[in-house]
C-alpha cells in the first residue's frame, strides 16, 4: 500500500525485542491523519533515515535518550513536506529535516524542525553526509580524534556514512587511514572510490593479523563505532597517547547479556592507564551541536568541490522499513540506508554519487 | 646497618614477581661507593620515596616504561645530598630532587636532578605533595576531570599522597567531595582533617550502597587510582559527561591473571558511549610536564596559607623499604610513605603537618 492523503500509515513498537528485533517488534497500523491545531503544521514523510541507534530506542535499559514506549509509533528523523500549517516560518510546501517518526505524516509544533534549501541535489543527505552521520563524523574526528598529519587514523563501518567520511576526512587532513568493512566489494569501494589507504574483511579469519600488518607504526585515532571483534584486535596496537572517539557499538546492540569470560574490563582500564588513552563517547547534537554551523560550510565546500564520495541505498517504502532495519544491524547496507516513504517514482540510481 | 661514608648498600630486583612481591623480590648488596667521573657527581640518598608504580616497573609486561632489569637495582625518587661534583651548577651539600633508587649512594650526570631550596621545611616533601604525587593530584584533577563548582568529585586512597590531594583541591574548587578509603581512622582523618564532604569505608560490606546514597546527584568526576571494587561501584553512577582522569590502578598491580567472567569490557565501552564518559590515562610528566611551575606555585601558596594538609609516614632505614613497599600495595600506609635512608636521627612526628 503506497502513501495516500487520507490516511496515516505508521509502525508502532509492539514489544521490546530480546537480542536481534523481529518481525513481530514493530506493528503496522492504519489511522486518521492528524489535524494540526493552532502553533502547529502538518508534515509528510518523504524520506526516513535508518540509524544503528534505533535499535537502543527499543529497548527500556538506561540510556541517553527515553525509550519508545510500547504501542507507542518508532522514531527516527526525516525529510518531510509541510502540507499545512498554523506555525509563522513554515508554509505548505517547504521541506524540512524533522523527526516524523516512522510514518507517514505527523504534527509538528516546530521544535527541532528545520527548513531545508529545496535547490538542494539530494533531499535526502539531509538525513546522511550532511546531516547527523556526517557531522558525526565530522566532529568525532576533529574535536576527540584531533589527528595530525600522518598519524594513523582506523574505522570500521568503512563504507557506511559514518565510517566512509571520517576516511575521507582524515585523508584530507593528511592522515593514513585503515578501513574495516564486512566483503571484499566494500573494502574496494573503501580503497577504489573513497581513497583509504587500506581497507580490511573483518570476517577474514587472518582479519586480526591483517590489521596488524597495515597499522605498521600503530593506530593513533580509532573511530569507534562498531565495538567487538574489532576493538578486540584494535586495542592491542593502539599507540601511546591514541585517542578512541565512541559514537556507536552497534556489534552490541542486539546481544542479550554480557560475554563470557575472563573479564576484561581490568585489561581496558590498565590499556588506558599505560598507553594514555584518551576514551570519549559522545552524542553529536548534545556534545557539539554548537558546532554544526561549521561542520555545514566545510562538508558543503567539499561536496562543491567533487572531493567528498557519498553513496546511498533508497529503499521503497514505508512497509520495508523493518527488515531494512534488521539488515542494517547485521551489516547489509552498502551506504547510508534510507526509507523512501513518499509515493513510488523513479529513484535515480544512487550507487555512487557526489 | 645504618648509612655509611664507606659503603653503598643497593636493593636490586632478585625475580620478577608473580603477584604479590615477596621478601625474595628484592635482593640486598653492599657495593664501593662509585666514583664520579668527569661531568658526574656523587649523590648521596636521604629520603627514598615508595610509589605504587614500583610495581610496573618489577614486571616485564609492556607498559609506559622500562622495567628494571633482573639484578640492577630497584628505581626510585629520591631527595639527596650532593657529595662530590665534577658538574657545573651543582656542589656539595646542595640538595637535589634526583632518581637514586633504592640504594645509598648514586652517581649522576645531572639529568632529570633538580636543586632544592635548602630552607624549605620539610625537605622529603619534594617527594609528594610538592612533587609527582601533588603533581599528579592537581594536574588531572585541573586538567582531565576539570570539575565546575558544585559538581560531585570522588576519590580513593582518600588519605594517599595523591587522593588526599585531589580531594583537597576539589573543596577549594567548590565541589561536593566524596572520599574512599580503607578504615575508620582513614575516613575520619579525611573528613576531619582534610575537609572531604564524606568518606566511606571500601571494606564495608555495604560500601556499594553506601556510595550510591553518598553521591545523591550521582559523581561527575571519579579520580581513577586503585580500580577494582571502587571502580566498580563508582561506574553506574557516574553521570553523563562525567570524566575518569587515570593514573592509577593500585588493586590489580598484583593481579597475575584477567579475573573470571563475565567479560564486561563491552558494558564499560557501552558506558563509554550512553554516558557520554571521558576517561583518560596519563602519566604526568610525560602529559603534563609543561605546567609544572603553575602547580608549583598554586601548591606553594596553598601550603604556605595553611589551607593544604599533607600527611606522611616516614620509615627509618633502607632495609625496611621492601616490607614497606608491600605493605604500600596493600593499602597499609596511612599518608605519603617515604624511606628515610640517612642515618638514624630523631624523626619528626609526622603524623599531621602542613
Known sequence: ????????????????????????????????????????????????????????????????????????????????????????????????????????????????????????????????????????????????????????????????????????????????????????????????????????DHKSASFAKDLQAAASKGIDVYFENVGGVVFDAVLPILNTGARVPVCGLISQYNATGAPDGPDRMSMLMGQILRKRLTMRGFIIFQDFGHLYPEFAKAMGDWLDSGVMQYREEVIQGLEAAPEAFIGLLRGDNFGKRVIHVGAEKMIENKGMQK
Chains 1, 2 share one sequence.
Not at 526516513?48 to 527515553?66: N, T, V
Not at 509541510?82 to 523527526?99: E, I, T
Not at 553526509?129 to 598529519?149: E, H, R, S
Open 1 to 200: 500500500m503506497p502513501q495516500t492523503q487520507t490516511q496515516n500509515r505508521r509502525f508502532v513498537l509492539a514489544e521490546r525485542p530480546k537480542g536481534e528485533p523481529t518481525s513481530e517488534t514493530l506493528r503496522l497500523e492504519t489511522a486518521a491523519i492528524p489535524e494540526p491545531g493552532p502553533g502547529q503544521m502538518l508534515l509528510r514523510t518523504e524520506y526516513l533515515s535508518l540509524d544503528p541507534y534505533m535499535r537502543g530506542r527499543m529497548s527500556d535499559a538506561p540510556s541517553y535518550a527515553a525509550p519508545v514506549a510500547v504501542d507507542a509509533v518508532m522514531e527516527g528523523g526525516t525529510v518531510a513536506q509541510v502540507v499545512a500549517s498554523h506555525l509563522a516560518g513554515f508554509k505548505p510546501g517547504d521541506w524540512v529535516l524533522s523527526f516524523n517518526g516512522w510514518q507517514d505524516y505527523a504534527v509538528s509544533d516546530g521544535a527541532g524542525v528545520t527548513l531545508l534549501d529545496a535547490g538542494m541535489p539530494h533531499l535526502s543527505w539531509a538525513l546522511g553526509i550532511l546531516g547527523m552521520p556526517g557531522f558525526t563524523a565530522w566532529a568525532g574526528l576533529t574535536q576527540i580524534g584531533a589527528p595530525k598529519p600522518g598519524e594513523t587514523v582506523c574505522v570500521a563501518a568503512a563504507t557506511g556514512p559514518v565510517g566512509a567520511t571520517v576516511g575521507q576526512i582524515a585523508k584530507l587532513m593528511g592522515c593514513h587511514v585503515i578501513g574495516i568493512a564486512g566483503g571484499a566489494d566494500k573494502c574496494a569501494h573503501a580503497v577504489n572510490a573513497l581513497g583509504f589507504d587500506v581497507c580490511l
